[in-house]
């Protein structure tokens, strides 16, 4: 039996936005979801992991019985939307502690849906990823709710180095 462990250097220094932003996208590997994987870590001003979440189905519904379809022709019950919980959702329900004032690391900018539960919790800022539905209806009006109720947001660029040492380190695992 090798006992040897592979270690991999990485040769890039990670800041607190990109350590918790990796953890969203950890998180989001989680994701059943066929077309979009999407996850949350809620963080306190000591930078200490308040509750995470992904995107998935209701929790204790037996996932084969429903739908990850997500074409908007057929009826709402053979749609995967009416039954996914958004990952900012399934980590505000798992919380143990106040969210209030912490900081949102999600791979998605929030939903309204999302973004109305992140202001009515107090959280001070989201930290995303991407913005793909940026200029769309719905992500205007989650702009809106964030600007009214005071919620700071703005988009993460991960340095292409930390991702280049993260494949490699992945890739001495095999």
Not at 45 to 50: A, E, I, R
Not at 139 to 162: A, P, W
Request: glycine share 4%; with cysteine.
């Amino acid at each position: 039996m090798n006992s040897k462990v592979n270690f991999v250097p990485v040769k890039a220094h990670i800041n607190w936005d990109e350590y918790f932003m990796l953890q969203a996208m950890m998180a989001s590997f989680r994701s059943k979801d066929p077309n979009t994987k999407v996850g949350c870590v809620f963080v306190d001003d000591n930078n200490h992991q308040l509750s995470m979440g992904y995107n998935g189905l209701v929790a204790g519904v037996d996932e084969s019985r429903l739908p990850w379809g997500n074409d908007r022709s057929v009826p709402l019950d053979l749609q995967k939307y009416a039954y996914v919980v958004h990952s900012e959702a399934n980590a505000i329900l798992h919380a143990k502690a106040s969210l209030e004032n912490s900081r949102c690391y999600v791979t998605l900018f929030p939903c309204h849906e999302c973004a109305k539960m992140l202001a009515t919790v107090k959280v001070k800022e989201v930290v995303y990823l991407s913005d793909k539905y940026q200029g769309s209806v719905e992500n205007e009006v989650s702009k809106k709710i964030l600007d009214l109720s005071g919620v700071k947001y703005r988009e993460l660029k991960i340095n292409q180095s930390i991702l280049d040492d993260l494949h490699q380190y992945l890739s001495s695992m095999n």
